[in-house]
């Protein structure tokens, strides 16, 4: 609501430099709404598939505010989630305070809760793009190849934000 209202001002105005330089000065306070308690999601992936070993290095890489609390599939037995082994295999798994999302739905909820992915994510909930989205996420999950190492060592359990600096 935020980013369309300074775009409809920017527009609707006359834009002057000084009402386009505001806006792009307000646009990053817009973090502080986000609802980024940290370990506050849990995210579940299958720790035997590289595939998922490489987006879950990348959700780590970005989520800068550590919100994610990742849990391999390995060691979900004992962590009281309310996630089966079997759905983990089948898909990526967000374990939120209100539900659990699977697969696509996963993946776009994680990129609402990145810094990076805040304003343009939740156009990944629009139902052509939703729709969309779940038939090409099906398709490759059911076409990944686990066995095959992506690199030599697995996604960390937990953020380590460090790395690459």
């Known amino acids: 609501v935020a980013l369309g209202l300074h775009v409809f001002i920017s527009g609707w105005l006359e834009p002057t430099e000084a009402l386009l330089a505001f806006s792009l000065l307000m646009l ?13 999601r849990v995210l579940v992936w299958d720790d035997g ?12 890489r970005l989520d800068w505010l550590r919100v994610l609390r990742v849990v391999p599939r390995s060691q979900l037995a004992g962590s009281g989630l309310p996630v089966t082994e079997e759905a983990a295999l089948e898909a990526l798994q967000l374990v939120t305070p209100r539900r659990v999302y699977s697969g696509f739905a996963a993946v776009g909820r994680v990129a609402e809760l ?18 969309v989205g779940s038939r090409v996420y099906r398709r490759v999950a059911a076409r990944r ?3 095959v190492p992506l690199s ?10 460090a790395e690459g600096r």
């Open 28 to 40: 990053p306070l817009l973090i502080l709404f986000l609802d980024a308690v940290p370990g506050s």
């Open 49 to 60: 598939c590289a595939f998922c070993a490489g987006w879950v290095r990348w959700f780590q």
């Open 114 to 131: 990145l810094p990076v992915g805040y304003f343009w994510a939740p156009l990944l909930r629009l139902p052509p793009i939703a729709a």
């Open 145 to 147: 190849l686990c066995n």
């Open 152 to 161: 030599s060592r697995p996604a960390p359990t937990a953020p380590t934000h």
